[in-house]
């Protein structure tokens, strides 16, 4: 559901430092996460009462300290599958673009809601740290008394560790999009489904 997910989505950037030291010469990612969950935090909180009446404070918020964590472009090759061998390079870059954006949107939605990092726990790495895909799992504490599990896919890249893809209680939002989004590509072309998005026409569920 689109409000699980927001706040799975907001977990990534709520994690602290505690998962296993870096193995095979790359670093653990947390203590990054932990400096933009520190700078998202500290700003909504100052301005709560603005972003209440103007939801695009929180957006502005999200766009500026969460995008430089994710590796967009990847996660857009991922979700378009077989139909980003054909695309262009303008054509990726402007839906991942619009994929971002949707993302931003969701995620800024529910930021008000939240209020305190106790509900979150990280768990222990599991196996080595791969650069390809390092999966960091944690649980986040529901309203209800229950867990959620909410796992973290990193890749290393030339600019370091990026996160491509989130998985909540087992699904993967990017198999989610691409199930959907490949759809969409294949009846009405690449550039259609760009200018949807762009302007909000299409919106994707979550899980």
Excluded: C, H
Excluded at 109 to 114: A, K, M
Excluded at 177 to 202: C, H, P, T, W, Y
Aim: net charge neutral.
């Amino acid at each position: 559901m689109i409000k699980a997910w927001l706040k799975a989505m907001l977990v990534l950037f709520t994690l602290v430092a505690g998962t296993a030291l870096a193995e095979a010469g790359l670093e653990d990612p947390s203590p990054l996460i932990e400096k933009t969950a520190n700078s998202i935090f500290n700003k909504i909180n100052a301005r709560r009462d603005e972003i209440r009446k103007d939801s695009r404070i929180a957006e502005q918020i999200v766009r500026t300290d969460l995008l430089p964590l994710m590796d967009a472009t990847y996660s857009a090759r991922l979700i378009l599958g077989r139909e980003a061998r054909t695309a262009t390079p303008r054509q990726l870059e402007d839906f991942a673009r619009a994929m971002n954006e949707q993302l931003i949107k969701k995620y800024a939605s529910g930021l008000v809601e939240f209020r305190s990092r106790e509900q979150i726990e990280v768990l222990e790495l599991r196996g080595e740290i791969d650069p390809r895909a390092t999966r960091v799992r944690s649980r986040f504490r529901l309203d209800s008394g229950g867990f959620a599990q909410v796992d973290y896919v990193f890749r290393m890249t030339d600019e370091g560790w990026k996160v491509f893809d989130v998985v909540v209680e087992g699904i993967s939002y990017v198999v989610s999009f691409k199930n959907q989004i490949q759809q969409e590509v294949r009846a009405d072309g690449l550039d259609a489904v760009i200018e949807r998005l762009s302007r909000g026409e299409l919106d994707l569920a979550t899980g």
